[in-house]
Nanobody
Framework: QVHLAESGGALVQAGDSLKLTCTSS????????MAWFRQIPGKEREGVSC????????NYPDSVQGRFTISRDYAKNTLYLEMNNLTPEDTAIYYC?????????????????WGQGTQVTVSS
């Protein structure tokens, strides 16, 4: 079993930066992929960024390319998402997740364990 807890969400203004953190406990999973997803109420959860030893860091939506950076401390089983130049379109609940395998994938069903989420709100 893996327990995940996100933190770092906040209300910020457009153009600001935020760094999200996902801490974990439970069984070791350094060989498995970890990812950030986000969800806007009424919409499906969207893969934002994924990282694993085999895949490195991967961003999925074009809208976050060059603005979001995923990183991971494998020794601490901690995941980060640095978000720069935020826009109101980035407003969502951000979730971290751990997959059942090593390679990165962008689909929600690939991931087995999930945190409770942290709210990011960007005002214009």
């Amino acid at each position: 079993q893996v327990h995940l807890a996100e933190s770092g969400g906040a209300l910020v203004q457009a153009g600001d930066s935020l760094k999200l953190t996902c801490t974990s406990s439970g069984q070791p999973f350094r060989d498995l992929a970890m990812a950030w997803f986000r969800q806007i109420p009424g919409k499906e959860r969207e893969g934002v960024s994924c990282i694993s030893m085999s895949s490195g860091g991967v961003n999925y939506p074009d809208s976050v390319q060059g603005r979001f950076t995923i990183s991971r401390d494998y020794a601490k089983n901690t995941l980060y998402l640095e978000m720069n130049n935020l826009t109101p379109e980035d407003t969502a609940i951000y979730y971290c997740a751990v997959a059942q395998a090593a390679p990165c994938r962008g689909r929600e069903s690939y991931f087995r364990w999930w945190g409770q989420g942290t709210q990011v709100t960007v005002s214009s």
